[in-house]
T-cell receptor
Framework: DAKTTQPTSMDCAEGRAANLPCNHSTISGNEYVYWYRQIHSQGPQYIIHGLKNNETNEMASLIITEDRKSSTLILPHATLRDTAVYYCIVRFYNQGGKLIFGQGTELSVKP | SQTIHQWPATLVQPVGSPLSLECTVEGTSNPNLYWYRQAAGRGLQLLFYSVGIGQISSEVPQNLSASRPQDRQFILSSKKLLLSDSSFYLC????????????FGEGSRLTVL
């Protein structure tokens, strides 16, 4: 599996967009990019995933660079409840749901 | 709708005692099931996964074991706990393994004294 690199922590003002970067320079052509988050003392929550194209759902947007070596998760209007650790994960298609979580980025949304 | 239940939520056990953590999924059939462990301040570590009854794959050698006696039941066990087994244990499931979209339980916090 490709390795990912994320900043250890980030701050964001409530109501502003939170942009969380992830580097995955060794990603292969068949690997997807997934984002999860984990609120303190709870189980992780799936957010979004993509392969090449940008993706958007009710929670967030995922922007993947053209060379696929990095991506950005965007929370358009961060709230205090978005304070969590955000994990960027890359994995091959059809891996039986196996996900390798790294250290993630601790996002603090401040009023 | 599908739900996942994990228990107990909190457990304090002496060194050398046995362990049994249970996980059940409702509202779906033939789920893929997973056990993860998360030490304080660290990322998740995949321990076991199962694609069907009696089918267990181990990712990390350790004194833990997993079993799947029923389609929607996944059990994490140990015969003799070590201090290093203290951790936050998470059960998860997925319907379609190709999506990589997992649904996690609320976790079980184990403290071994």
């Amino acid at each position: 599996d490709a390795k990912t690199t994320q900043p250890t922590s980030m701050d964001c003002a409530e109501g502003r967009a939170a942009n969380l970067p992830c580097n995955h320079s060794t990603i292969s052509g068949n690997e997807y990019v997934y984002w999860y988050r984990q609120i303190h003392s709870q189980g992780p929550q799936y957010i979004i995933h993509g392969l090449k194209n940008n993706e958007t759902n009710e929670m967030a947007s995922l922007i993947i660079t053209e060379d696929r070596k990095s991506s950005t998760l965007i929370l358009p209007h961060a709230t205090l409840r978005d304070t969590a650790v955000y994990y960027c994960i890359v994995r091959f298609y059809n891996q039986g749901g196996k996900l390798i979580f790294g250290q993630g980025t601790e996002l603090s949304v401040k009023p | 709708s599908q739900t996942i239940h994990q228990w107990p939520a909190t457990l304090v056990q002496p060194v050398g005692s046995p362990l049994s953590l249970e996980c059940t999924v409702e509202g779906t059939s033939n789920p893929n099931l997973y056990w993860y462990r998360q030490a304080a301040g660290r990322g998740l570590q995949l321990l076991f996964y199962s694609v069907g009854i009696g089918q267990i794959s181990s990712e990390v050698p350790q004194n833990l074991s997993a079993s799947r006696p029923q389609d929607r039941q996944f059990i994490l066990s140990s015969k003799k706990l070590l201090l290093s087994d203290s951790s936050f244990y998470l059960c998860a499931w997925s319907v379609d393994p190709n999506t990589g979209e997992l649904f996690f339980g609320e976790g079980s916090r184990l403290t071994v004294l």
